[in-house]
């Protein structure tokens, strides 16, 4: 909905241009009214304003002077005048300030619908077009930052990115913090785009909280959790706290969703993988409690050496969400491997394990309300067999692996049909956008080869196929129903580049896209007859 200021030293017709038509029907709503044209550059500098509707003649600052200064000010919006024929002068000199239009007193019904059309639908194309530049810049920066922050990228390799996204890491040490909303998998379960308007929600609480002030930079992580990487000397182990206890009270208040905090220990800039994981590790059930924040500090852990273990879980964790049993067994006997090479001490054995079992704790809840009964038997199997010695922990932790693949695969399958249903929802509601198949799967934190293969299995067709030939459809019935042009139907479908479109349609539909038009034309004038 765009936002609209009208103009006019004449209350008639400011009243009455809000009852001249259902103004939201076009996207519209008139969010304020102003007599003259000081009042109005007030207006337009403490709100948000997107089309400014305004007269010439007025007293103090006239319509022209508004737009001058509103030009000058550097505010970008689209301006509409309203004019009378002794007006046309001025009219025509304000088109140079870079006026949209103008409307001619007293104001047309039809006139006004057609005009809020034609700018409905260039608001519309500039908002997608900004959306999508900001989403592919964020989504590249959350990467990069994701990336240093679970040790995939080095902190060397950061200042080729500063320029480009702002990460510049002036400081010697940092500390990672990870937040969670407690029912946000049971979100995306009954109500996706409420799920990720709750996370952007958190997202910007964290932003504004600690990012804007310059105390650190904020990121999408893995499942859903915001990640935190603070910078060490820019505020001390209170302020952090401070931080993030406000971050706790707004998510409440304005989300009215519960979060937990976890918050690792101050490392140097190059361990900052370490900080996540013990920011992880502050989050597992195993040790919660009650609080909202956590602090790994305050923490009874095992061994310092359980951050040396070398094997890497998050592949093993990868093999589960795939379902591939047999290259699971692949990083169970890698660590197992290590366990007795290395004679890993039990303390460390229990911390690698128990970090497992949250994460698995939270795939487990991407399918279902509650992993806790799952995650619990886990938990009561492997602390028997280090009271007992039977099974050996090899032949526990290779059998207990594969058990929780198949219920896995078993939990999957029955939210298959809800999460192929919801894509295809999401698919017919943004096509026109910049989609993709890694895109679709982050959304709904599945990964990119299985729910390509799942795509395929359940549509028999592949989403790039399906994509296509939603956007092909749409173009199609524009057409018939005369409701945009060709090019801008094109445009207005997804399709970035005109000579794939044509190569696309003619994939699809066997014919190039200029016969198409010209049998809907001969089939138009045949029903006119």
């Not at 093993?316 to 090479?341: C, H, P, T, Y």
């Given at each position: 909905m765009y936002n609209v200021l009208v103009v006019d030293d004449e209350e008639l017709i400011t009243e009455g241009m809000g009852m001249l038509i259902d103004w939201q029907r076009y996207g519209f709503r008139i969010m304020a009214t102003a007599g003259d044209g000081q009042t109005a550059l007030e207006i337009i500098k403490s709100q948000s304003i997107d089309l400014l509707i305004t007269d010439i003649r007025m007293p103090e600052m006239d319509g022209l002077q508004l737009i001058e200064a509103v030009r000058d000010a550097g505010i970008h919006l689209r301006i509409v005048i309203l004019s009378g024929y002794g007006d046309f002068l001025y009219a025509k000199k304000a088109i140079q300030f870079g006026v949209t239009s103008y409307l001619l007193?007293?104001?047309?019904?039809?006139?006004?619908?057609?005009?809020?059309?034609?700018?409905?639908?260039?608001?519309?194309?500039?908002?997608?077009?900004?959306?999508?530049?900001?989403?592919?810049?964020?989504?590249?920066?959350?990467?990069?930052?994701?990336?240093?922050?679970?040790?995939?990228?080095?902190?060397?390799?950061?200042?080729?990115?500063?320029?480009?996204?702002?990460?510049?890491?002036?400081?010697?040490?940092?500390?990672?913090?990870?937040?969670?909303?407690?029912?946000?998998?049971?979100?995306?379960?009954?109500?996706?785009?409420?799920?990720?308007?709750?996370?952007?929600?958190?997202?910007?609480?964290?932003?504004?909280?600690?990012?804007?002030?310059?105390?650190?930079?904020?990121?999408?992580?893995?499942?859903?959790?915001?990640?935190?990487?603070?910078?060490?000397?820019?505020?001390?182990?209170?302020?952090?706290?401070?931080?993030?206890?406000?971050?706790?009270?707004?998510?409440?208040?304005?989300?009215?969703?519960?979060?937990?905090?976890?918050?690792?220990?101050?490392?140097?800039?190059?361990?900052?993988?370490?900080?996540?994981?013990?920011?992880?590790?502050?989050?597992?059930?195993?040790?919660k409690g009650s609080e909202p924040i956590r602090l790994y500090e305050q923490m009874q852990v095992p061994d310092s050496l359980v951050w040396d273990v070398h094997w890497d879980s998050d592949?093993?964790?990868?093999?589960?969400?795939?379902?591939?049993?047999?290259?699971?067994?692949?990083?169970?006997?890698?660590?197992?491997?290590?366990?007795?090479?290395?004679?890993?001490?039990?303390?460390?054995?229990?911390?690698?394990?128990?970090?497992?079992?949250?994460?698995?704790?939270?795939?487990?809840?991407?399918?279902?309300?509650?992993?806790?009964?799952?995650?619990?038997?886990?938990?009561?199997?492997?602390?028997?067999?280090?009271?007992?010695?039977?099974?050996?922990?090899?032949?526990?932790?290779?059998?207990?692996?594969r058990r929780t693949g198949k219920y896995i695969v078993v939990s999957a399958k029955k939210k298959e049909p809800h999460v192929i249903h919801a894509i295809l929802e999401f698919i017919g509601n943004h096509y026109a956008d910049n989609l993709s198949l890694k895109q679709i799967a982050g959304l709904y934190f599945i990964n990119t080869a299985y729910l390509g293969q799942l795509f395929k299995q359940k549509t028999g067709q592949t989403f790039n196929d399906y994509l296509n030939k939603t956007r092909i459809s749409s173009i199609k019935k524009a057409l018939i129903q005369n409701q945009y042009a060709g090019m801008e139907s094109?445009?207005?479908?997804?399709?970035?580049?005109?000579?794939?479109?044509?190569?696309?349609?003619?994939?699809?539909?066997?014919?190039?896209?200029?016969?198409?038009?010209?049998?809907?034309?001969?089939?138009?004038?045949?029903e006119i007859k």
């Open positions: 007193k007293p104001v047309e019904v039809e006139e006004l619908i057609e005009c809020l059309s034609e700018l409905g639908r260039e608001l519309d194309q500039e908002t997608a077009k900004i959306f999508d530049e900001r989403q592919t810049q964020n989504m590249v920066r959350d990467k990069v930052l994701f990336d240093y922050a679970s040790g995939s990228m080095n902190v060397g390799d950061l200042p080729k990115h500063s320029d480009k996204f702002g990460v510049i890491l002036q400081t010697q040490q940092v500390q990672s913090a990870l937040i969670e909303m407690t029912h946000f998998h049971q979100l995306v379960r009954e109500h996706m785009y409420d799920a990720m308007l709750y996370r952007y929600g958190l997202r910007n609480i964290a932003e504004e909280t600690i990012q804007q002030p310059g105390f650190g930079y904020v990121y999408e992580e893995a499942d859903g959790m915001i990640g935190i990487i603070f910078l060490g000397a820019k505020s001390t182990w209170a302020e952090k706290l401070s931080m993030l206890t406000s971050v706790n009270i707004a998510a409440k208040k304005w989300l009215k969703q519960e979060v937990v905090i976890g918050l690792g220990g101050v490392v140097a800039t190059q361990q900052v993988k370490l900080s996540r994981k013990q920011a992880l590790y502050a989050l597992e059930d195993k040790f592949t093993l964790m990868l093999r589960l969400e795939e379902g591939d049993l047999a290259k699971l067994d692949e990083q169970v006997s890698e660590f197992i491997q290590e366990v007795n090479e290395r004679r890993l001490p039990v303390a460390v054995i229990k911390g690698t394990i128990f970090s497992l079992f949250s994460k698995i704790g939270r795939l487990i809840k991407r399918y279902e309300d509650d992993a806790a009964p799952f995650v619990a038997e886990l938990e009561r199997e492997f602390q028997a067999c280090l009271d007992r010695g039977e099974p050996t922990f090899s032949e526990w932790f290779s059998e207990s692996m094109i445009n207005r479908a997804g399709f970035k580049n005109v000579e794939h479109f044509y190569k696309q349609f003619k994939r699809y539909e066997g014919m190039a896209f200029s016969e198409y038009k010209e049998r809907v034309h001969n089939l138009k004038e045949e």
